[in-house]
C-alpha cells in the first residue's frame, strides 16, 4: 500500500473517532488529524528503518577520530513521536470531557 493510501486509512480511522463534533469545531481538527496521521505513519516508517538498520551509526572523521552516534533515523523517530504526542494531546482536548477517555483510548490501541 502507498503511503497516500496509508495515511488516507489512518485519517479515516481518527476522523471516525471525531465524527459527532459540531462542524465548527470539526473544521478545527481536521489539521489536527491529518497531521496526526502522517506523522503516525511516519513512526511506523521509521520503526521498520531502525529495526532494519539500527538505532547507532559508525563515523570516521579523519584518520584518527571515529565512533558512534544515534542513527538519523532514531534522531527523526524521537522528534516526529513528540511531535506525535503533543498533536494526540490536542486532539484529546477537543472532545468533550465524558468521551476523552474512550475516544483516547481507541486511539491510542488501534
Known amino acids: 500500500m502507498t503511503i497516500e493510501k496509508r495515511i488516507k486509512k489512518e485519517y479515516d480511522r481518527i476522523k471516525k473517532l471525531y465524527a459527532e463534533l459540531p462542524a465548527n469545531r ?6 489536527l488529524i491529518q497531521n496526526a496521521a502522517f506523522l503516525k505513519i ?7 528503518a531502525i529495526n532494519q ?3 547507532v551509526d559508525l563515523y570516521q572523521n579523519g ?9 538519523a533515523e532514531i534522531t527523526a523517530y524521537n522528534n516526529t513521536l513528540k511531535n506525535y504526542q503533543n498533536t494526540i494531546d ?9 468521551k476523552r ?10
Open 63 to 71: 584518520a584518527n577520530q571515529s565512533g558512534r552516534h544515534a542513527s
Open 42 to 48: 511516519t513512526l511506523d516508517d521509521l520503526q521498520i
Open 26 to 31: 470539526l473544521q478545527l481538527v481536521t489539521p
Open 53 to 55: 538498520q539500527g538505532c
Open 101 to 110: 477517555k474512550s475516544k483516547l483510548d481507541a486511539l491510542v490501541n488501534a
Open 90 to 98: 490536542r486532539l484529546d482536548k477537543m472532545l468533550p470531557a465524558e
